[in-house]
């Protein structure tokens, strides 16, 4: 009960006692006198707490900002140039994509209102929404689009991983303003999955504004058609987004298609974990990748919350040059696989938040070919040893290993400092140290170790490619040569199951190559499986609204809001 309400009481019972008073008889016998002390003492009563007011909560509403940590720096956001997770991830919310793909695994619009597609599969028609503008103002149009795919797939763009999404693609036009035609000299059975979970790679460019900005300026300040466009681009620092209040097409298939809420996000650069960590706690970024010993460390705290998943695609590997002896030798990559003791890693350096894999795929993958925990190599020191021995190999009195001329055998490994990679280069180094292997560790920054592995200019190294389904083992075959093949692999076995994934329609046929490609991958001993982890993302939970998008590996900020 209010005050005023309380004293609006008092007063009506005041008037009703002088009322009362007024009527009451006059007493004729004198009252007892008390003695004092006898007297009651009456306590005076309590006043009526207020009622805290509760302020029921707004719901979404825009402002604030969101700080996703990262821990590499981050040359481009020009989506043809990319090279990393991160700023693909950046680009989708700068960009949008023709098609969407919903939690069903269906095909919806987007900037696409419809498609057809030949019967042969060769020629995709999309027809574009007309209300579409780019950031500048400008809108979009069929020729912007076809500009950039054309751009896109031009050999003097050297895209390293944009134009691997839509292999085969011949040539892009404009059939008018608004009808996108794709002609492809081959079938590509994977486009509306690429074009739907890689929206911020393939999304439509300004082609005035890119000619007039060049490429490096456009790089640092893109210009796109997504729910934020960019602000700032601080190499080495940071680089910002800003909302785009305009953004007013996005899929119907999400709970808000229309601008984001969130107002501003900040990719901060933080290459130490524990200064991550230190910023998570201390509230000075919103979002971070984790892991798991820092989650014991984190876990506790009431303003984070958690997003957990086995990872997709490839899982963590050991990527073995097939091209450079000795590990153009079959034995000696057997030995390799042999001498891992995965669940060693999974215990040490994932903190039992992974499973060891023994393909080409984890076990959350779209396509995964559960018989390779059958035919897939198991910790055997013995038959690694054996298995070098019948490369030709010697053991010294030391038990190192010597090659067949009797030099030390002396591996290069190259590693990039980032997440636990480093962690895991240690331990791996450890355990072919009991194969008599000498492994020299080399870390490269991020965008030298990349060059390096595409050109085939290492030993050993690691490999991870995130991936929603088994189109990923394409990385293996020729044509990802100079791209994406780290293992220098050039099988025409290999190559005749990945144009199968590739190109074939027919579902039982497509699988049927992509079991064969997980199996040939084993038995070549191509590569050597670590494990999978549980990918762990801390978040604010200030945060409202936010989900996580395991389609992108990304937070979905659609909905969300800063309460």
């Not at 958690?306 to 450079?324: I, S």
Request: glycine share 8%; charged share 20%.
């Amino acid at each position: 009960m209010k005050r005023k309400h309380i004293l609006s009481l008092i007063a009506i019972l005041m008037v009703a006692v002088l009322a009362l008073a007024a009527c009451k008889p006059v007493a004729t016998e004198q009252p007892a006198v008390e003695e004092p002390g006898d007297a009651e003492v009456e306590e005076p009563a309590e006043e009526e707490a207020e009622e805290p007011v509760v302020e029921e909560p707004m719901g979404p509403q825009v402002g604030g900002t969101f700080t996703w940590g990262i821990a590499y720096d981050v040359p481009t956001l020009d989506p043809h140039r990319t090279v990393g997770h991160i700023e693909s991830k950046a680009e989708d919310w700068l960009g949008a994509g023709l098609v969407y793909r919903d939690a069903d695994g269906n095909y919806t619009p987007w900037l696409a209102e419809s498609w057809t597609v030949s019967e042969d599969n060769l020629v995709w028609e999309f027809m574009l929404r007309e209300d579409v503008t780019f950031h500048n103002g400008d809108p979009l149009t069929a020729h912007d689009y076809a500009w950039t795919f054309n751009r896109l797939i031009d050999p003097e763009t050297a895209s390293p991983i944009a134009a691997n999404l839509v292999l085969g693609l011949a040539n892009a036009e404009a059939v008018d303003d608004y009808t996108l035609r794709l002609n492809f000299g081959m079938a590509n059975a994977s486009l509306l999955y690429n074009l739907s979970t890689s929206p911020g790679l393939l999304q439509p460019l300004p082609q005035a504004a890119f000619e007039e900005m060049g490429a490096d300026a456009f790089g640092h300040m893109p210009i796109g058609v997504g729910p934020y466009k960019i602000k700032e681009f601080n190499t080495g620092e940071k680089f910002v987004l800003e909302r785009n209040p305009d953004y007013a097409w996005g899929p119907e298939a999400l709970e808000n298609s229309g601008a984001y809420y969130i107002e501003t996000i900040v990719f901060r650069i933080i290459p130490e974990i524990d200064t991550m960590v230190a910023a998570l706690e201390a509230g000075e970024i919103d979002y971070a990748w984790v892991n798991p010993r820092e989650l014991a460390l984190l876990d506790g705290l009431d303003h984070l919350d958690f997003f957990m998943e086995l990872e997709k695609g490839t899982g963590l590997t050991l990527a073995l040059n097939v091209q450079k002896p000795p590990f153009d030798d079959i034995n000696v990559r057997k030995a390799f696989n042999h001498t891992i003791d995965r669940q060693k890693l999974v215990d040490l350096v994932a903190q039992g938040y992974g499973e060891p894999i023994y393909g080409a795929l984890t076990p959350s993958t779209e396509g995964y070919f559960p018989g390779v925990e059958e035919i897939g190599y198991r910790y055997d020191l013995e038959a690694a040893k054996a298995a070098m021995q019948e490369a030709g190999f010697t053991y010294d009195d030391g038990g190192m290993l010597l090659t067949p001329e009797g030099e030390p055998f002396v591996v290069e490994f190259i590693t990039n400092p980032a997440g636990t990679w480093t962690q895991v280069s240690e331990v791996v180094q450890a355990q072919l140290k009991e194969l008599g292997v000498e492994t020299l560790l080399v870390q490269e920054e991020f965008a030298v170790y990349k060059d390096r592995q595409i050109t085939g200019d290492y030993d050993i190294s690691l490999s991870s490619w995130p991936w929603n389904d088994a189109g990923i083992l394409l990385v293996y075959s020729s044509m990802m040569a100079g791209v994406m093949n780290y293992n220098q692999i050039a099988d025409p076995d290999m190559d005749q199951y990945a144009g199968g994934i590739l190109t074939v329609l027919d579902e039982e046929t497509r699988t049927g190559a992509t079991i064969a490609a997980q199996q040939l991958l084993i038995e070549k001993a191509y590569l050597v499986p670590l494990y999978a982890t549980f990918e762990i993302y801390a978040y604010n939970n200030r945060i409202k609204g936010i989900t996580y998008n395991s389609t992108l590996k990304a937070p979905d900020l659609s909905s969300a809001y800063i309460e």
